[in-house]
């Protein structure tokens, strides 16, 4: 049973920065991709960012694209996201998601998902 969990959401001022970190355990394989995932109030989830199962490659989206920068660490089972100059558009429940076999990062589909931690920025 894949099961991931974040950590580290909370309240930052704009310009603030903040690390979420997602635990993970119950993969077959070592070989799985990490990818965050965000959703607003009254808007669609959508793709923050992926990280390729040997950490190697990122891929991420252009409106966090300079601020946003995921890693991962394989001894520990956990993927990162760090944040920096925060705006509060980037204020959203922030969700950990993984997949095997590795696929492109290109491709957003995910079968394993966390409950999600809340980001919430003050203007």
């Known amino acids: 049973q894949v099961q991931l969990v974040e950590s580290g959401g909370g309240l930052v001022q704009a310009g603030g920065s903040l690390r979420l970190s997602c635990a993970a355990s119950?993969?077959?394989?070592?070989?799985?991709?990490m990818a965050w995932f965000r959703q607003a109030p009254g808007k669609e989830r959508e793709f923050v960012g992926a990280?390729?199962?040997?950490?190697?490659?990122?891929e991420y989206v252009d409106a966090v694209k300079g601020r946003f920068a995921i890693s991962r660490d394989n001894t520990r089972n956990t993927m990162y996201l760090q944040m920096k100059s925060l705006k509060s558009e980037d204020t959203a429940v922030y969700y950990c998601?993984?997949?095997?076999?590795?696929?492109?990062?290109?491709?957003?589909?995910?079968?394993?998902w966390g409950q999600g931690t809340q980001v919430t920025v003050s203007s």
């Open positions: 998601a993984s997949r095997s076999p590795p696929r492109s990062l290109l491709l957003h589909q995910y079968g394993y």
């Open positions: 119950g993969h077959t394989s070592s070989m799985y991709d």
């Open positions: 990280i390729s199962w040997g950490g190697g490659v990122t």
